[in-house]
């Protein structure tokens, strides 16, 4: 039987607010590589809504078959097919890219890996290019709600290198690539998007 597309509640819920941010951010013609595009919902929905970008999808090899379907199906002249991309193999299969986007990655990243997806960015991006990372973040070693504490429970009991990000870590691990924290955007559902941008100084 064929494949079935594949499909996130949690994206579906979040790619409008999504949407609002970088329709804001992303307002000249660019090349948006998203890393870890999962489903491929967020790819679909933000080629359609912004003609202006070109959607550049990857993900781990694995996940490109289910992804490709939905992305092949849309048929976007704006959005690639995706491409495979284990962001702690250097140098990185795609380039060219204006921006970069990634969403729900880091809390499910080995920090080593979340080392090298910073790394890898840091020396992709153009001088204006900025690194857009959404999802739930503690600060200052404490969470900012309830259900993202039991989420971030629940990811270490499945996985002890999994687990919510600090921003005030990423602040430091951004600064050792030359990138800095511009913004710091509060979305639904307890989660944000830090907006990194490559440091002029």
């Keep these: 039987m064929p494949m079935q597309k594949p499909f996130s509640q949690a994206c579906e819920n979040n790619k409008d607010p999504i949407l609002s941010v970088l329709r804001d951010r992303l307002t000249k013609p660019a090349r948006v590589l998203e890393i870890g595009a999962g489903t491929g919902q967020h790819a679909e929905h933000f080629a359609a809504a912004l003609p ?7 993900d781990m090899a ?11 199906d849309a048929a976007l002249p704006n959005l690639d097919s995706p491409l495979a991309l284990d962001v702690t193999q250097w140098p990185w299969p795609v380039a060219g890219h204006d921006n970069v986007y990634s969403a729900n990655t880091a809390h499910i990243m080995h920090w080593p890996v979340v080392e090298a997806m910073f790394r890898g960015v840091a020396a992709s991006l153009p001088p204006e290019g ?7 973040f503690a600060d200052n070693g404490r ?11 629940a990811l270490r ?9 600090d921003t ?7 600064g050792k690539v030359d990138l800095r924290l ?20």
């Design 52 to 58: 202006h970008l070109h959607w550049v999808p990857t």
């Design 62 to 72: 694995r996940n490109i078959p289910h992804c490709r379907l939905r992305i092949e």
């Design 130 to 136: 900025v690194f857009l990372l959404y999802g739930p």
């Design 143 to 153: 969470h900012t709600s309830d259900s993202n504490r039991q989420f971030d429970a």
């Design 157 to 165: 009991r499945r996985d002890p290198g999994m687990g919510v990000r």
């Design 168 to 174: 005030s870590d990423l602040r430091r691990l951004a």
């Design 182 to 201: 511009a913004e710091d955007l509060p979305l639904p559902a307890n989660n944000r998007i830090l907006v990194f941008r490559r440091s002029t100084d």
